[in-house]
């Protein structure tokens, strides 16, 4: 169980171009999800919140124009970079998670790779 | 604000013996502590989560401890494989609905 996917696995576009990122859970409900992106051999950065019909939280410093966040299901988030730039390149990875009693969990998805020419 | 701290340096060991990664947190102790793998180009994978009453946790080969007065997890890898190379994430929640992440300390296990 607790099986969150994401798409596509990878993404080459050209700048100036926006790109959707899609993340599922696919065996269990979401009301919150999370994006992050990655840089090798670096940690994970939070770059936003996502709950189910209503705004995404951003972190500071995350322009919420450029990354654009629509949690339209408890299954369904995604992440719209829009104008993407090279400095845009990076490894972003999703989240969901999942309340068990009086814990929670984050599942996450596989990750997908963006690369702006 | 709380802060983990991983062994920033890569942990290599030989195949057949104990792995034992540190992660130490300041500030207030959270409820429950987790530990997620995360290979190279791929997303983590959850792993154990032990709660601060919890004073070990167990899964298969991994053993994991939660001292709450060191304000230290240990997460240990009995047997370890070649095939358990990956970098391993200490995580914990903050209170109400931010989980932060540790930077991940390497391990590498030499056949």
């Known amino acids: 169980g607790a099986v969150v996917s994401q798409h596509p696995s990878w993404v080459i576009c050209k700048s100036g171009t926006s790109v959707k990122i899609e993340c599922r859970s696919l065996?269990?409900?979401?009301?919150?999800m999370f994006w992050y992106r990655q840089f090798p051999k670096q940690s994970l950065m939070l770059m936003a919140t996502?709950?189910?019909?209503?705004?995404?939280?951003?972190e500071q410093g995350v322009e919420k124009d450029k990354f654009l966040i629509n949690h339209a299901s408890l299954t369904l988030s995604t992440l719209t970079v829009t104008s993407a730039h090279p400095e845009d390149s990076s490894f972003y990875i999703c989240?969901?998670?999942?309340?068990?009693?009086?814990?929670?969990?984050?599942?996450f998805g596989p990750g997908t790779r963006l690369t702006v020419l | 604000s709380q802060k983990i701290e991983q062994n920033s340096e890569a942990l290599n060991i030989q195949e057949g013996k104990t792995a034992t990664l540190t992660c130490n947190y300041t500030?207030?102790?959270?409820?429950?502590l987790q530990w997620y793998r995360q290979d190279p180009g791929r997303g983590p994978v959850f792993l154990l989560l032990?709660?601060?009453?919890?004073k070990e946790k167990r899964k298969e080969r991994l053993k994991v401890t939660f001292d709450t007065t060191l304000k230290q997890s240990l997460f240990h890898i009995t047997a370890s494989q070649p095939a358990d190379s990956a970098t391993y994430l200490c995580?914990?929640?903050?209170?109400?609905?931010?989980?932060?992440f540790g930077a991940g300390t390497r391990l590498f296990v030499k056949a």
């Open positions: 989240s969901a998670r999942d309340w068990a009693g009086s814990t929670d969990t984050q599942y």
């Open positions: 065996d269990f409900q979401a009301t919150t």
């Open positions: 996502s709950n189910e019909g209503s705004k995404a939280t951003y």
């Open positions: 500030n207030y102790s959270p409820a429950y």
């Open positions: 032990i709660r601060e009453n919890e």
């Open positions: 995580a914990l929640n903050t209170g109400g609905f931010k989980t932060i």
